[in-house]
């Protein structure tokens, strides 16, 4: 089992900044990915940013530019820089860790982070 804890949410007003951070701890071995989704109210869920085998990262067209993801290896955490934020960007940010193992490919999800970006 992996445990997954968000923290860093906020309510920002347009153009600030905020950073999350994603901690995650148990069986850390095999993660083959970790990265950040979000969902906005009646919207599905999207990826925001990854980090992937190698030190890989993959952004969503919308946040590219904008957002940067990154990772401590000793800690097991990463964190996700938002900046020049904008109200399109308000949404339960949920981090996600995947692990391969012998047995198959798992999924582990954080209870989310608000972000709430509004004048």
């Known amino acids: 089992q992996v445990q997954v804890v968000e923290s860093g949410g906020g309510s920002v007003q347009p153009g600030e900044s905020l950073r999350l951070s994603c901690a995650a701890s148990?069986?850390?071995?095999?993660?083959?990915?970790m990265g950040w989704y979000r969902q906005a109210p009646g919207k599905q869920r999207e990826m925001v940013a990854l980090?992937?085998?190698?030190?890989?990262?993959i952004y969503a067209d919308s946040v590219r530019g904008r957002f940067t993801i990154s990772k401590d290896n000793a800690k097991m955490t990463v964190y996700l820089q938002m900046n020049s934020l904008k109200p399109e960007d308000t949404a339960l940010y949920l981090c996600?860790?995947?692990?391969?193992?012998?047995?198959?490919?798992?999924?582990?999800w954080g209870q989310g982070t608000q972000v709430t970006v509004s004048s």
């Open positions: 148990g069986d850390i071995d095999k993660i083959t990915s």
């Open positions: 980090l992937v085998g190698g030190g890989s990262t």
């Open positions: 996600n860790v995947d692990r391969l193992t012998a047995t198959g490919r798992y999924d582990y």
